[in-house]
């Protein structure tokens, strides 16, 4: 079966793995670069990376019109439990679990996770989608970190990093990320949204080019791009 990835801007990713929809982190309301709005988009899972409003979005709206199965750390999985979702799986860092669209693994992160409500939301986490187009990372909100090198080790397709800066990496640091990760194909993810993290993403993609081994790659809103493996 195919795989498909669609950046629906910020860090919301729409997977089609396994015969299902995946939404990572899928901020509509409020986020200035939507280009759908949360009662319109479809999911059969929802993997939420940390406990900020710009990731977990509108997942409990999402999920309480679709049922999908919402999965994140254990704090942040009580948190939606007390906001009426039963249709929950919590995971937590170094854990993984074979679901039957695809197998995922936490990772660490090195964020902060506090929940809208101010409530804990755990520790922070990425993301490692075991998929027929093979290992997809979704690094979340971090910073730089070495033990990149142990999640490169995998052997990752497609790293989907944050370049905005300020909150997160930034480009000159995702350089840095990309020589530890080594993956296939690079995305960036979490800039442009704001003026606080506008980010010069051509200039980016000339030093990815330059200075690692991975293929960058820009999506375009709302576009679906096909995974190969
Ligand atoms: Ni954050
Ligand atoms: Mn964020």
Redesign the pocket.
């Known amino acids: 079966m195919a795989t498909s990835l669609t950046w629906l801007g910020h860090s919301t990713f729409q997977i089609v793995t396994g015969g299902k929809t995946v939404l990572i982190d899928p901020f509509f309301t409020g986020n200035p670069a939507a280009t759908v709005s949360a009662d319109e988009v479809t999911a059969d899972v929802i993997i939420v990376t940390?406990g900020?409003a710009?990731?977990v979005g509108d997942t409990v709206d999402i999920a309480k019109r679709t049922g999908a199965l919402v999965i994140s750390n254990f704090e942040i999985i009580d948190w939606m439990q007390k906001q009426g979702l039963t249709n929950v799986h919590p995971m937590h860092i170094g854990g993984s679990h074979k679901f039957d669209f695809a197998t995922v693994k936490l990772t660490i992160a090195h964020?902060?996770s506090m929940l809208p409500d101010g409530s804990n939301g755990g520790s922070?986490t990425g993301i490692i989608l075991t998929t027929d187009a093979g290992k997809l990372y979704f690094a979340g909100?971090t910073g730089l970190f070495y033990d990149m090198k142990l999640i490169g080790e995998e052997g990752l397709s497609l790293a989907a990093l944050p370049i905005g800066n300020n909150?997160t990496m930034g480009p000159e640091d995702s350089l840095r990320a990309i020589k530890l990760l080594e993956p296939t194909w690079v995305l960036p993810m979490h800039y442009n949204t704001w003026p606080l993290i506008e980010q010069d993403i051509n200039a980016w993609s000339e030093q990815v080019a330059a200075q690692t081994s991975a293929k960058p790659v820009i999506p375009t809103l709302g576009e679906a791009m096909e995974l190969g493996q």
């Open positions: 940390h900020h710009d990731h964020h902060g922070p909100d909150f």
